[in-house]
């Protein structure tokens, strides 16, 4: 088996693209760039992410981070031009792999997708921190060579991400229910909004922005996301809708048996999301605190809750319509929710449960 | 006009009726419980939330805080029961409306529904504060007498939330948009990740949480709120099963411009609901930042953006797969975004954008 020692050629040196070679910068690999646009390749270079690639140089590892619908192509392109082994970081994968597969060359070839992002996009967003943690599929084909497999996750592994490993099929169908499904009734459900009086909208609570907030992404690059995507995701939105039939069926004829069911079932898929570190969802108590909107309050809000010694699991701050005071809510271990409570009341904090 | 002096009537103790009573008797209102758990009353009694209700009271507000499927009968009763201003805060306006419809008394009946709740439920969870800087949705109907609508008004004012004038129609059309149908398809997404295996939701990410989260909620008080309001909830879902048809089509086809349209409709709907304080939506950056997940670091943290001068606008603890590290983003007015994570940076913590 061989190791990862490098060179390791990144094409397309966008967030994704740029962040991985600044890993590989990180531990002491040679970095080739290349990228369509000149000037991201200069930015790139200039953050200390690596050299652009010249026609002599002989990648040991070709990462190629373009977007959807150029992946197969530059996939192929890549296997092509030398001995590389190849992955990508596409959101799809079983599409761009149907594009190489049938050439030995294919072999060299294994699709990854690290679940990482960020609003922002371009080199100048990357860090090397970005996969710190993060899952990271490896989705190897059947005539994948165990070789290249294993140098794939040793960079998922130098990227400090945790690999998940799966066939390409799977991945996507993975993607299709955990990723493409929520976000397209997400913008189905916002796009209910868009039209609202905005009357209505004054109505709204965290819940709906909640649901919604996905929704605000960008549409040219999940256009091509779920287009790449499409028979997976067309299986499952055939099964939300069968499901929304029955729903409006249940509700015009005031059936709250068949209601009960689809609810339930709405539960029992909210706790089959792991929890935090990919352990089970621990119970958790949530304390409420009203604090007034200005600086600085959080930091005196988090220095009480640190002096309670109790972990805060996560916060969450509500946004109330009309005045100037912010709800916070702490998630904390069930167990310590009470201690919190009367510690942060007897320093002065206006809380409730 | 009159003014709430009292008595005020709560019937029914559990989280919103006892909030209620809490806030009035705050304000030096005399309060009355009553609820069909006696124990209830006892527990809202300690709580200094008022008295139980005697044969002889005679309330001048009445508030009814029963489950969904009572509503309507327990406001016919208290109307019968007295001359008393009745409301109630209920999720859904139009059908206990239609139960109390065309007599006389319905003129002092003048519906409410307080945006504000909580996970936890039952007279040990109140709190006065609970609806602090909340929307409150005042829904009048044509009959309706206008001293009976200022009094509940008044009401409002008292509790420190925001009254939002709607007719009970528009409210629960209103509702069924930026609550019921939120949830009901937050349940579906979350239904298809029921059965799903284990290995694909490790790709779970912070969207699909954030989709699903509402889905975790009582399905028998959410059963009984979306029945109550099925006609809305129905022609909302109608409109959304149209856009589901029209995206699996779109699919199916390759045809990107309409993906397109739906998916730029869903952007423009997360625009439109209101910003913070009401106000437009302020562009935000976030700054990543990652942390050792142990106490006190989120207190060393906002510390240090404290000491920036930065106002923190929201906060997001994404949750790791695998590793004891947590990544936090912290999102804050866009013109402010740089120099807090310059100054984080030369503080030492680990930041990207």
Redesign the interface.
Known sequence: MSELVGPVEVIGTGLLGTSIALACRRAGLEVLLSDLSAEHVRTASALGAGRPRTPGDRPQLVVVAVPPDHLGAAIAAALRAGDAVVTDVGSVKAGPLAEVAGEPRVRRYVGSHP?AG???SGP????A??F????W?VAPHADADPDAVALVEELVALC?A?V?R?SPE??D???A???H??????????????D??????????Q??????????GS??L??QI??AN?AA??D??????A???S??QA??D?D?DT??V?????????????????GPVRPTA?V?V?VP????V??????A??EA?????????D?????????VELLVEESRGEHLLASLESRGW????
């Open positions: 679940m960020s609003e922002r100048l967003a990357a860090t921190d970005l710190e943690g993060r899952p599929a400090n945790v998940v799966l799977d991945h169908r993975a993607v229910r955990t990723s499904v929520p976000h397209l009734l997400a913008s189905l459900v916002a796009g209910r909004l868009a609202a009086p905005a009357d209505y909208l004054k109505l709204s609570g819940g709906v922005r909640d649901v919604t907030r996905v929704a605000a549409p040219d999940y256009g779920v287009a499409s995701v067309v499952l939105l055939s099964e939300v809708r499901g929304l039939d729903m409006i509700l015009t005031a709250r209601l009960r689809l609810l339930d079932r709405g539960v029992d898929g909210t706790r089959a999301i792991p929890g935090k570190h990919g949530s409420f009203s909107d200005e600086p600085g959080l930091a005196r809000l988090f220095a809750a640190g010694e109790v972990n805060i699991e996560d916060v969450r701050i946004h109330d319509l009309g005045r100037a005071v912010g709800l206006v809380t409730h449960r």
